[in-house]
Nanobody
């Protein structure tokens, strides 16, 4: 059984920073991809960023230059450092883990709320 536990969400003013963490536990394959998605009310869930175990990284255009994804492979943990936050970054942020062929084994965290407001 694989579990993902997120932490670090909250309320922050525009221009502020937050750091999200997601720890995976259970039977984790060494070759995997971990990432962050977000979903605002009335919208579809969208990719924010992902990072493979080999360190390949991809960001959504909307967060490039402001967000940084990183991971600690030994801890099966992924982080998302969010700087220069904007009100439009407000959403529930979900951690995702993909494993296996074509990353078909997919797991989600419970989500953590990020609210950017003055």
């Amino acid at each position: 059984q694989v579990q993902l536990v997120e932490s670090g969400g909250g309320l922050v003013q525009p221009g502020g920073s937050l750091r999200l963490s997601c720890a995976a536990s259970g039977s984790i394959f060494s070759i995997n991809v971990m990432g962050w998605y977000r979903q605002a009310p009335g919208t579809q869930r969208e990719l924010v960023a992902f990072i493979t175990n080999a360190g390949f990284i991809n960001y959504a255009d909307s967060v490039k230059g402001r967000f940084t994804i990183s991971r600690a492979n030994a801890k099966n943990t992924v982080y998302l450092q969010m700087n220069s936050l904007k009100p439009e970054d407000t959403a529930v942020y979900y951690c995702n883990l993909g494993m296996g062929r074509d990353y078909a084994l997919n797991y989600w965290g419970q989500g953590t709320q990020v609210t950017v407001s003055s």
